[in-house]
Nanobody, 118 residues
Framework: QVQLVESGGGLVQAGGSLRLSCQVS????????MDWYRQAPGKEREFVAR???????EYRGSVKGRFTISKDNAKSTLYLQMNSLKPEDTGAYYC????????????WGQGTQVTVSS
């Protein structure tokens, strides 16, 4: 059973930066892709970014140009570099592994809290 452990969240002022990490137990390369989702208080969980097995990336529109998803296959670690943070980026951020054979979401981490003050 794969486990995902996020870290790097915290409190930051608007305009600041944070780098989230997600340590994967086992090889990260076996998954069809890896995703970051987030959930703000009182709101539904939403997609933030995705990186495929071959490194192709996708972003939700509101973070494009500010966030960068990347991975280190050798370290089995997924990253999310977040720059120019805004108060609306506040929420719990989750790392998600997709199934090896397709993009269906399979395993979620426990989440790391990001709070952006204005």
């Amino acid at each position: 059973q794969v486990q995902l452990v996020e870290s790097g969240g915290g409190l930051v002022q608007a305009g600041g930066s944070l780098r989230l990490s997600c340590q994967v137990s086992g090889s990260i390369f076996i998954f069809h892709g890896m995703d970051w989702y987030r959930q703000a208080p009182g709101k539904e969980r939403e997609f933030v970014a995705r990186i495929s097995r071959d490194g192709t990336t996708e972003y939700r529109g509101s973070v494009k140009g500010r966030f960068t998803i990347s991975k280190d296959n050798a370290k089995s670690t997924l990253y999310l570099q977040m720059n120019s943070l805004k108060p609306e980026d506040t929420g719990a951020y989750y790392c998600v592994a997709e199934r090896p054979q397709d993009a269906e979401l399979m395993t979620w981490g426990q989440g790391t809290q990001v709070t952006v003050s204005s």
